[in-house]
Every structure is written in structure tokens, then in C-alpha cells.
């Protein structure tokens, strides 16, 4: 999906490091994408890597809660919008749409 991730696109933070129950998701925006795909030496998983700016008035929101660099986020970006339909009925259409192609 990283092709559907933009410059300036608005991103919501969470920190799992953190009480979730106490500590709110702050706004961010996308302020830089990877050209290219990154793979991990350790794992050999690939990953794309983003960049996300918060405005100090985000930061703020956070209260005493310090934010260090390598800390674990979890990022989510709206790129589209999908009914609950479209969820439940997406495995079925996928696997028709393959049954009707040739190999």
C-alpha cells in the first residue's frame, strides 16, 4: 500500500510503549517517503521507511510523556474509504476474479 501513502498526507500516532488508555493518539503528516524498499539484515523483512512531522501542539497533548528516538509507533493513514460490505465481500470477489484467469 505504500503507493497510496503522499507527502502531506495526515497520519494518526500510537504509542505502544505507553498506558493506551491514558495516552492519546496525536496527529502527524507524512513528511517524507523511501524511494526504495529497505530489507532488515536480522529479519530479511522489507519495509518502506515514512517519515511523519508532529506540531508541537500534538507534542503537547502528549503531557509528561517523553518521546525518544527509535521509540515504536504505529502509523495509520486513511487512503480510501470502504463500507463494512466491501470488508466481509472482498475474499470472495478476490478468489473470483483469479478463478476466471489463466496461467
Known amino acids: 500500500d505504500i503507493d497510496n ?6 497520519a494518526i500516532l500510537r504509542f505502544p510503549a ?3 488508555r491514558v495516552t492519546p493518539e496525536i496527529d502527524g503528516q507524512v513528511s517524507r517517503v523511501s ?4 530489507t532488515d ?7 518502506y521507511t515514512a517519515r ?10 502528549l503531557g509528561g510523556v517523553r518521546l525518544v528516538p527509535g521509540m515504536p509507533v504505529e502509523a495509520f493513514m486513511q487512503i480510501g474509504e470502504r463500507s463494512v460490505l466491501s470488508y466481509l ?3 470472495l470477489t478476490d478468489q473470483i476474479a483469479k478463478a476466471w484467469r489463466e496461467r
Open 41 to 47: 539484515p536480522k529479519s530479511g523483512m522489507s519495509y
Open 5 to 10: 501513502v503522499r507527502l502531506t498526507q495526515k
Open 35 to 38: 524511494a526504495d524498499v529497505t
Open 52 to 61: 511523519i512531522r508532529v506540531a508541537e501542539d500534538q507534542r503537547e497533548r
Open 89 to 91: 465481500t472482498k475474499p
Open 18 to 20: 505507553f498506558n493506551q
